[in-house]
């Protein structure tokens, strides 16, 4: 049985930083391919970030440059910076057993319930 818990969210202020920890069980990090995805309030749910096996790493536009995917020890992370209002949203960790690069969340089979990020 499969498992993805995310943590780490809250209210920060525009310009703060906050670090997601998705902590997976039933399937390693070092085998899969990893993503975060996002929604906000009114709008489609996007793909944040993307990693792979190998460590190979992916970003979304909006995200560039402030966002950084990484894997440590069991868990898979996503740091957070410069961040603005509209980085608002509920954050997902997703995975699948597979070795690919992809911001679709077609691309993965399981999600975890997500942490509510506030920026304002």
């Known amino acids: 049985h499969v498992q993805l818990v995310e943590s780490g969210g809250g209210s920060v202020q525009t310009g703060g930083s906050l670090r997601l920890p998705c902590a997976p069980s039933?399937?390693?990090?070092?085998?899969?391919?990893m993503a975060w995805f996002r929604q906000s309030p009114g709008k489609e749910p996007e793909a944040v970030a993307a990693i792979r096996r190998d460590d190979l790493t992916a970003y979304a536009d909006s995200v560039e440059g402030r966002f950084t995917i990484s894997k440590a020890g069991t868990n898979l992370y996503l740091q957070m910076d410069s961040l603005k209002p509209e980085d608002t949203g509920m954050y997902y960790c997703?995975?699948?057993?597979?070795?690919?690069?992809?911001?679709?969340?077609?691309?993965?089979?399981?999600w975890g319930r997500g942490t509510q990020v506030t920026v304002s």
């Open positions: 997703a995975a699948e057993p597979q070795s690919y690069l992809r911001l679709r969340g077609r691309d993965y089979r399981f």
């Open positions: 039933g399937l390693s990090v070092s085998d899969s391919s």
